[in-house]
């Protein structure tokens, strides 16, 4: 097992197959700046069999979680075909993605067919308006509640509800969303705002906390903490007293969870994160291109993972720390 200078393990691999998105979050994307942004070359972005190779390779050395992201992965041309080829992938438990949905109802089937494990599925709030404002896009939000349930009933289910939470534009969808959500297998996670790159206009100001979430919920529904379905994992689980679910809070700010992660990150024009808040990664594909061999681009991987010492959260404290970052459409949430 490959551990870094802190002894975190490398167990998962989120792979950006796109830096393209069909929303402008305001949190992610804003409009203002990536309606003019210069998007990767096709010949820039990793290939299917590319990805593939150093998935193996990542797997052999100790990977067992992988989850396709963006932008978004819908967006990428045949995304079932790599689905398919990474599920072949001898010691690799567990196949998820991260989606806005958006094109989800048409694909489901098929990505269950190809062997897709689980989704993740953005949604920032249940009110048409609230939601249109947060994306920035004029989608209904009927059409992922939709997609929600097209998924669930492909097999995709039970499917994790992604709320990224920012003062003064959608803390009231708390309420609305968890009363939606509750009684029903999906779990509810509400997502403390992160100063993710250097375009989203960070503030802490901006940040509802997780325990304002929980005090909020509180009001209507008792819950109560909940253990970890496993070492590392990022969401802290509550349930409804009651029986009727539960929900998870991510809470990068005001709770730090660096010490247990365990995440390495492939952007989609092949370069590896070890953090979400890093300003440089390590490049993969030029040494991929120039014929590098298996056994070496092994050697990079674990020379990155095993110099690993990034904490970024926390260190951050109440304040963005101003070293450029790269931004989450390239390496995913």
């Known amino acids: 097992m490959v551990k870094d200078t802190l002894s975190r393990s490398m167990r998962d691999l989120r792979i950006s197959v796109t830096d393209r998105c069909s929303f402008r979050c305001v949190y992610c994307m804003p409009r203002e700046v990536y309606d003019n942004h210069q998007y990767l070359d096709r010949s820039d ?16 050395l100790g990977v067992t979680k992988v ?40 694909m489901a089937n098929a990505l ?22 947060m994306i920035d896009t004029d989608v209904d939000v009927s059409v992922v509640l939709r997609a929600i349930e097209d998924a669930s009933e492909s097999g995709l289910g039970p499917i994790k509800i992604n709320t990224v939470l920012r003062k003064g534009w959608n803390e009231d969808q708390i309420l609305p969303l968890a009363e939606y959500f509750r009684g029903t297998p999906h779990v509810l996670r509400f997502i403390e705002y992160m100063d993710v790159g250097t375009t989203n206009q960070w503030v802490l100001d901006d940040v509802v ?89 092994a050697e990079i991987i674990t020379s990155t993972w095993t110099t690993r010492d990034d904490r970024y959260s926390e260190l951050r404290g109440g304040v963005a720390i101003s070293d450029p970052k790269v931004e989450m459409s390239y390496i995913g949430g």
């Open 45 to 60: 972005i990793l290939t299917y069999d590319e990805i593939t190779r150093l998935t193996k390779i990542a797997v052999e």
């Open 67 to 106: 989850r396709l992201t963006g932008g978004e992965p819908l967006l990428r041309r045949e995304i079932g075909t790599l689905v398919s080829m990474l599920a072949k992938i001898e010691g690799l438990n567990d196949l998820a993605m991260t989606t806005n949905a958006l094109q989800l109802s048409k």
């Open 112 to 133: 269950v067919s190809a062997g897709l494990s689980r989704v993740t599925i953005s949604l920032d709030a249940i009110d048409d308006a609230v939601f249109k404002k």
């Open 209 to 297: 906390t997780a325990a304002q979430v929980v005090e909020t919920i509180q009001t209507e529904w008792p819950i109560e903490a909940i253990e970890a379905q496993y070492p590392g994992e990022v969401a802290k689980r509550w349930r409804y007293m009651d029986g009727e679910g539960e929900i998870g809070l991510i809470a990068s700010v005001s709770q730090p969870f660096c010490g247990a992660c365990t995440r390495l990150r492939l952007s989609a024009e092949g370069s590896i994160y070890t953090c979400l808040f890093a300003g440089a990664g390590t490049d993969l594909r030029g040494p991929m291109r120039d014929g590098a061999t298996d056994v070496e681009l």
